[in-house]
């Protein structure tokens, strides 16, 4: 059973491009306006299902699955390499079926953000479609990265090494399975925990883990280590929530999305934080929106 449990009746199935998936619609009664959320590189959409129950007082929701992420096929399946461009691509197909001329909110979280910028720079057409553009915790470059540089490189080349066919099949048949997950999990959460709240958030690393396709995760991974989104200038204001995060500056974030957005209104939130399985119910997920993010989303959806 899934950490967060999400209504079967909110679930569609989805074949698009010949890669099936699902998607989460989370219609609001009497409004017609939408919010579509992006998520992060590893998630699902039960991950976020806390996050999109608090999105929900504002506007209907809308969290599609990506190629390999989230239970959906991988872009292997259609014998195409993942890449920030082919998930920009595939999303501005989403969006011009789903939406047609429809105008929306839209927010990424993390890698969801940085799929959104490349798509946006893509096809700059689908602007006109975006009433209010928000980022959590999203990014721009691969400067942004608080890395030394052996972590650096031993990052990069370890990706690279594993996403090969062959040696990301041997690393996905050692360590895609639970009990290796549960472990290194049970390793990675601080002691003051306490057990109870522990298990709960091992059980969510555990599930975010095996819903995607491990070679896809390795594969992003080491081209955002050398990515960068600041070439193509967007003409659109965006709202960046900053979080506490060990492994992003967010001086260079800002700087960064100022040198693509036309603005960037930075607002931090002090309580958030890159671990999103803070994310498990409505009331957790509400330290993602700062008073002033809920104010511009209901401004939008007005």
Same mark, same amino acid.
């Given at each position: 059973?899934?950490?967060?449990?999400?209504?079967?009746?909110?679930?569609?199935?989805?074949?698009?491009?010949?890669?099936?998936?699902?998607?989460?619609?989370?219609?609001?009664?009497?409004?017609?306006?939408?919010?579509?959320?992006?998520?992060?590189?590893?998630?699902?959409?039960?991950?976020?299902?806390?996050?999109?129950?608090?999105?929900?007082?504002?506007?209907?929701?809308?969290?599609?699955?990506?190629?390999?992420?989230?239970?959906?096929?991988?872009?292997?399946?259609?014998?195409?390499?993942?890449?920030?461009?082919?998930?920009?691509?595939?999303?501005?197909?989403?969006?011009?079926?789903?939406?047609?001329?429809?105008?929306?909110?839209?927010?990424?979280?993390?890698?969801?953000?940085?799929?959104?910028?490349?798509?946006?720079?893509?096809?700059?057409?689908?602007?006109?479609?975006?009433?209010?553009?928000?980022?959590?915790?999203?990014?721009?470059? /691969?400067?942004?990265? *608080?890395?030394?540089?052996?972590? %650096?490189?031993? =990052?990069?080349? $370890? @990706?690279?090494?594993? !996403?090969?066919?062959?040696?990301?099949?041997?690393?996905?048949?050692?360590?895609?399975?639970?009990?290796?997950?549960?472990?290194?999990?049970?390793?990675?959460?601080?002691?003051?925990?306490?057990?109870?709240?522990?298990?709960?958030?091992?059980?969510?690393?555990?599930?975010?883990?095996?819903?995607?396709?491990?070679?896809?995760?390795?594969?992003?991974?080491?081209?955002?280590?050398?990515?960068?989104?600041?070439?193509?200038?967007?003409?659109?204001?965006?709202?960046?929530?900053?979080?506490?995060?060990?492994?992003?500056?967010?001086?260079?974030?800002?700087? /960064?999305?100022?040198? *693509?957005?036309?603005?960037?209104? %930075?607002?931090? =939130?002090?309580? $958030? @934080?890159?671990?999103? !399985?803070?994310?498990?119910?409505?009331?957790?997920?509400?330290?993602?929106?700062?008073?002033?993010?809920?104010?511009?989303?209901?401004?939008?959806?007005?």
């Amino acid at each position: 059973m899934s950490v967060n449990k999400v209504p079967a009746k909110y679930l569609v199935s989805i074949n698009m491009n010949g890669l099936e998936g699902r998607m989460l619609r989370y219609p609001l009664n009497n409004s017609s306006n939408d919010i579509l959320f992006v998520g992060d590189l590893r998630s699902n959409i039960e991950y976020w299902w806390g996050l999109a129950r608090a999105l929900h007082d504002f506007a209907t929701v809308t969290i599609p699955d990506l190629p390999g992420i989230g239970g959906m096929d991988s872009f292997y399946h259609i014998n195409v390499r993942p890449s920030i461009n082919n998930y920009a691509d595939y999303l501005a197909t989403f969006i011009k079926m789903r939406y047609k001329h429809k105008k929306f909110v839209c927010i990424g979280a993390g890698f969801g953000f940085v799929v959104i910028t490349r798509m946006l720079q893509k096809h700059p057409d689908l602007k006109r479609n975006i009433k209010l553009l928000v980022s959590f915790g999203g990014f721009a470059d /691969h400067d942004d990265f *608080v890395l030394s540089k052996r972590q %650096y490189f031993l =990052s990069l080349y $370890a @990706t690279a090494l594993f !996403s090969r066919r062959l040696p990301s099949f041997i690393l996905k048949f050692i360590v895609s399975r639970e009990v290796v997950w549960r472990r290194i999990s049970s390793r990675s959460l601080p002691g003051s925990i306490p057990s109870k709240e522990k298990q709960k958030l091992i059980d969510v690393e555990v599930e975010r883990w095996l819903s995607g396709d491990l070679r896809t995760y390795l594969v992003i991974s080491n081209e955002l280590a050398w990515f960068t989104n600041c070439k193509v200038p967007i003409e659109l204001d965006v709202w960046h929530v900053g979080l506490r995060s060990s492994y992003l500056n967010w001086r260079r974030v800002l700087r /960064h999305m100022n040198q *693509v957005f036309a603005n960037c209104h %930075y607002l931090s =939130s002090s309580k $958030a @934080t890159n671990n999103y !399985s803070l994310l498990r119910s409505k009331k957790s997920a509400a330290v993602f929106l700062p008073t002033n993010i809920k104010r511009q989303i209901k401004l939008a959806c007005d």
